[in-house]
């Protein structure tokens, strides 16, 4: 068992030295771990069967928000609702959310009730369902480009609408869907099934690779930034970076460099460098992408790491449920489904903040271009936290049962929520401090 000091980190973990604080002051040295991300021509010639293509980054939306009041919530309201749109066409649990990343205009929600819908977050008018589910819906996203939006069950249906026309252009049938995600720059859709694979496919002619982990669930991946690597963790603890070009694994960590239970989460910092894997097992683990070695493991200072978890034992047990970088500091969240989020300083590998809410937490979110971090928690509140201080910045409520997933606008101005309510809500978000 490796000793731990007072921050929750090991104490055998050696410094990032790439990453220095200025005492407390909020100016900070971030040191360039990467010269860039590669130019998007370079990595059409190494992945066969993906093209990828420049583009322009197009100008933000031009329109104001125009946020409608709500009209007309069916059922009773328990306390405030500071919502300014809610989206109620769904008739059971509402388990996902993404909004389109070219002009967050769009969102798409899936739910229990096999269902998933396309709608305007200006005032949740309906665009189109997309139809033909016969399991939860509980994938959605849109593509890099928001021409395309994909939704997933959890039966391993997969399918691919073009936004403009409204029309399928391609489905799928894996096994039990576990994840799912778009690439950051092509028409190319990532998925992990129960089965242990990955897959990968070009769409909408459906060219397919798939990336066989462990005989047991992926549980969570993401794609790297370079757009090259993906990295995916398992149910039996283990973590597998693969070079999506070749089909084979650069990095596998296992055993004692992997996790002691199944894995819930992943994230990447800006650059690539970093990976941050959460686990059942309690532990957050940071991982050089370039070399696939542990740099550092954050527990919470409140819960001793739990290696083996009986099937009785869930109500005694905790987990990291979410996870993430600041883009601006050098310092992670993560958040534990006893309510605990806990910043940690990644330079010292110290535990910065710690920052209790009543209820587990379920997703959390970091601002762009700032140290705020956004969480939402079984108790249905939103919360936005100054990771500076550790202090808690406003809330925002609405919702009759926990929030499932919840999504964030890129200027931070709206954030949507679903919920086991049976509803969305679109939030309009004031700081008095920007």
């Not at 939704?151 to 894996?174: C, I, N, P, R, Y």
């Amino acid at each position: 068992m490796e000793s731990e000091s007072e921050s929750g980190a090991t104490a055998d973990t050696p410094p990032l030295e790439t990453l220095s604080f200025h005492g407390d002051e909020e100016i900070i040295e971030v040191v360039e771990l990467d010269p860039g991300p590669p130019d998007p021509d370079d990595l059409a010639q190494e992945m066969e069967d993906v093209d990828f293509e420049e583009e322009e980054e197009e100008e933000g939306n031009e329109e104001g928000w125009v946020l409608e009041p709500q009209e007309g919530v069916v059922g009773s309201m328990e306390g405030p609702d500071d919502s300014e749109v809610t989206f109620a066409l769904h008739s059971a649990s509402v388990f996902c959310v993404s909004l389109d990343p070219k002009t967050n205009t769009l969102a798409v929600t899936g739910g229990e009730d096999d269902k998933a819908f396309v709608w305007r977050l200006s005032d949740g008018e309906l665009l189109f369902e997309c139809a033909g589910h016969k399991d939860s819906v509980t994938c959605a996203g849109f593509s890099h480009d928001s021409t395309l939006v994909a939704t997933g069950d959890m039966s391993g249906l997969l399918k691919v609408w073009q936004v403009d026309t409204k029309e399928e252009v391609w489905s799928f049938e894996a096994g039990d869907l576990e994840w799912m995600e778009w690439h950051s720059r092509a028409p190319v859709l990532l998925a992990g099934t129960a089965d242990g694979n990955t897959w990968m496919w070009k769409v909408p002619n459906g060219d397919c690779k798939t990336f066989q982990g462990p005989n047991c669930p992926a549980t969570c991946g993401r794609v790297l930034p370079d757009g090259k690597r993906a990295v995916v963790g398992y149910e039996d603890g283990t973590i597998r970076v693969w070079d999506l070009k070749q089909g084979n694994s650069v990095h596998v960590l296992k055993g004692t460099e992997g996790h002691q239970g199944p894995l819930t989460c992943v994230a990447t910092n800006q650059d690539g460098s970093l990976i941050l894997t959460g686990s059942v097992d309690c532990q957050a683990k940071l991982v050089s992408a370039t070399t696939g070695k542990v740099v550092g493991v954050f527990r919470p200072e409140t819960v001793a790491s739990q290696p083996n978890l009986g099937e009785g034992e869930e109500s005694e047990s905790n987990s990291v449920e979410s996870l993430g970088f600041c883009s601006v500091m050098p310092l992670a969240a993560v958040g534990y489904l006893d309510g605990t989020l806990a910043i940690y300083d990644l330079s010292t590998q110290t535990l910065r903040h710690q920052c209790q809410h009543q209820s587990g937490i379920v997703q959390l979110l970091w601002e762009a271009g700032t140290a705020v971090v956004y969480t939402c928690s079984l108790d249905g509140i939103v919360r936005l936290w100054d990771a500076r201080t550790g202090r808690l910045l406003t809330d925002y409520r609405g919702h009759t049962a926990e929030i499932l997933d919840f999504a964030l606008s890129k200027d931070a101005s709206l954030v949507v929520t679903t919920s086991g309510d049976h509803k969305a809500k679109v939030f309009c978000v004031q700081r008095p401090d920007r």
